[in-house]
């Protein structure tokens, strides 16, 4: 097969939907020589801020001089995004030759991969083959069942845990926290968010069953904010380190939290012989990146992108709105997936918008606007339905004001497809826009 046959073959693996479970991935796994348990890996699992706290522990590592390899998903623009080394996309001669293999291999011993499974294990032969120093592995759902977690990690990370695919993963906040902390491995060292009673309690229980060490933010160690601001700056302290004036390339005072777990996991590793600095810890913070998550496109008007898709994801977006930016009416460009609590996070983003512009995915599971625009019509808010997003954004970029805020949100397709058309468009030179590149005048 070539690279685009190669593509379509993976990308048609998702009609077998999600199929939670570790048997296929070992044996698959077992019959390419087992890749994963040669990897030093760091394992994290949680309902939000799991992708940032990654992308915060990639740049450190690497920021210490070592070659870190990065799983996350899911992708905006390029199934290559998920597989990285050093922020570089796995190459498409690589990816092709790993497809063909693991198909092989699945063919001749009758295994029946789902998408996730089967870009797992893209990952763990591309880590072994380039001979990373640690790889960063974000679960994908959940945690117990979760292809990822049949490895073996150095350090386990538990973010923020809240009702999200309830379905799946259970009916409450301590069903799902029993999932998530299912990647805790026997005498291994575990680091954690700040997060509810009953939630911790459940991953205390599995922290003492499997005999592991435990380190809690706000009781082990604590990131405090020092700015409210675009600047971010926070500091953090626990009984060996403190470091102040820590700058954030990403909005909003939980991304402290988030990168105080990252903090700690990586002080961890000096444990176990590596090395990992002050400086490293700084520089690597200040210089991390992950698109699409409070990400600031320009400015005059601001042009926010970020993919809030469940309850606590959308209160946090419109509180960092609402805390660290300046502006005189605020659009938002919605657009939801059917599965999602839309009725209950719905609240926050009418609190502070001033206008919505409700768009339809081009997915299958897309909500249908029309029905909500009928649903908030009593709201005494401006609402349009402009289904396209290419639309939508050109409609608000040029009917917005220079002093105006304007957040694409409300699924990572709606972002996804959003960032795919400021692409498209590249004509973004009008002076006094900036960054200058993205945005149609």
Known sequence: MNYKESIDYLFSLKNRGIKLGLDNTREALYHLGDPQDQLKIIHIAGTNGKGSTAAFVESILRSAGYRVGLFTSPHLLDFRERIQINRELIPEADLLNY????????????????????????????????????????????????????????????????????????????TIAGEKAAIIKPHGLVVVADIDESAYAVVEEQVKSNKAKMFSCQKDFFPKIQALNESRVFSYQDPELTLEDIQLPLAGDYQAENASLAIKACTLLNELGYCINSEHLVHGLQYSRWEGRMEVIQHNPILLLDCAHNPESVKYLTSTIRDYFSYERCHFILGFMNNKA?????????????????????????WDPHFWANKWSKSQKVIEIIEEIPYALRSSLQTSNRNDLLCVTGSLFTVSEAKQSLLNERVNQTPGRTPGGLIPG
């Not at 839309?342 to 897309?366: G, K, N, T």
């Open 342 to 366: 839309i009725a209950e996070l719905i609240d926050f983003i009418l609190d502070i918008a001033d206008r919505l512009i409700l768009v339809r995915p081009r997915q299958e599971r897309s």
């Open 99 to 174: 497809i063909d293999t693991i198909r092989e291999v699945c063919v001749r011993h009758s295994i029946f991969l789902t998408f996730f499974e089967y870009s797992t294990i893209i990952a763990f032969l591309h880590f072994q083959a380039k001979q990373v120093d640690f790889c960063v592995l974000e679960v994908g759902l959940g945690g117990r069942l979760d292809a990822t977690n049949v490895c073996h990690p150095l350090v386990s990370i538990i973010t923020s845990i809240a009702e999200d695919h309830l379905d799946i993963l259970g009916p409450d906040t301590a």
